[in-house]
């Protein structure tokens, strides 16, 4: 029998990973989650920095990475400088200090645009996992596990449930512009 239940489980994880990408962008308020898409390549593998530091924001516009490993120091300092950022790592022995400046026009703009653009993913992937539950639809009603009807009011619901979780992608991606261009 059909799942529309598990369809929607795909669209609401789709949307969580987008959740996660929006929160490490930069606002021009420091926010530890920034710096969870950085990787550190130490020990001979790709770690996310706060496995090898802990992570603080003491202010509105400071990120501080108590570093465990003297010798991680370097490589956390080039791996945020190798990120999109924008940061500048300030290096006092094991302690590395972010200072998070102000947004200009022109990075707010550019922002705007990666948004907008994570956003469309977002809902591409939506729309595959749609295409997915109808190509399932259609395996069904050809196996004649299901009727005409509850084919298409099967697919009804899909539609409902995709305009729904593609809604909630546009209302995140309206939010953060507006916390972006408020700042």
Known sequence: MFDEKS?????????DVFTKELSSLRTGRANASMLDLIKVD?????????QVGSITTPEPRMINIQ?????NVSLIDSAIKKSELGLNPQIDGQ??????PELNEERRTELKKMI?????????????????????LKKLLKAKEIGEDQEKAFEKNVQ???????????????????EIMTI
């Open 67 to 71: 570093v465990w490993d003297q010798n």
């Open 160 to 178: 409902n449930i995709t305009d729904k979780h593609i809604s909630i992608v546009d209302d995140k991606v309206s939010l953060k512009e507006k």
């Open 95 to 100: 302690l590395i200090r972010l200072p998070v």
């Open 42 to 50: 130490v020990y001979g593998q790709l770690m996310p920095i706060n």
């Open 116 to 136: 907008k653009s994570m956003g469309e993913k977002c809902k591409v992937s939506i729309r595959n996992i749609r295409r997915e539950a109808n190509e399932e």
């Open 7 to 15: 369809y929607a489980t795909k669209m609401v994880k789709t949307i």
